[in-house]
């Protein structure tokens, strides 16, 4: 079995990623296997430059081929934010309910035609020799005024899609991991990852 690390301490992230990927014959290891591994600084621009600089770095650290994602919510009336300032929309400390708050606030006054929003997210592979892949997946919603639902993390309450009458959080995992923008993203990922694991 091929080890590789998945990039991140973020528990939500981790159970999604392990789902997704289920299938490829991976064990998978995350940051807190490696508690004295510095913290990646996402300075980028992009979903894509923090993924790519964050699977980069780590890789280097560990010596292993590693999987990161960058991912947010980019709401339309807000010229496109939180985007990548989405984990810490609220402040560098802040958790999912301060994000959410604060979204509701800034959200309030919009009415329901300009709400629309989406999930993006960019996944990137990196080996330490420095050689990356990457795909990115959206889904597409809009924002409604007060949280729905107890499942998933993040903006998830607030994400409604209107083709399910549901929000984000309100779905089962498995559909979830169907739609959701870090799924899509993970599915055009998985033929390409073969090939770059078993690459020499």
Do not use: W
């Amino acid at each position: 079995m091929t080890e590789v690390l998945l990039a991140t301490r973020n528990k939500g992230k981790v159970k999604e990623f392990q789902s997704l990927l289920d299938g490829l014959g991976l064990t998978f290891r995350t940051l807190d296997d490696f508690p004295n591994t510095a913290e990646v600084r996402e300075d980028g621009t992009s979903f894509e430059a923090n993924a790519i600089k964050k699977a980069s770095e780590y890789s280097k650290a560990t010596g292993m081929i590693a999987i990161a994602d960058d991912s947010g919510l980019v709401v339309d009336a807000l010229d496109g934010g939180p985007g990548v300032y989405s984990s810490r929309y609220a402040g560098d400390a802040a958790d999912d309910d301060d994000n959410n708050e604060k979204l509701i606030l800034a959200m309030k006054g919009f009415p329901k035609g300009r709400r629309g929003a989406a999930f993006v997210c960019v996944v990137a592979a990196a080996r330490p020799d420095g050689s990356t892949i990457t795909s990115e997946g959206r889904c597409e919603g809009e924002i409604i005024s007060s949280k729905k639902g107890g499942g998933g993390f993040g903006y998830d309450p607030l994400f409604y899609i209107p083709g399910f009458g549901c929000t984000m959080a309100e779905l089962a995992s498995d559909k979830k991991n169907e739609i959701s923008h870090r799924g899509k993203a993970v599915k055009k990922f998985k033929d390409r990852f073969l090939d770059f694991s078993g690459s020499p």
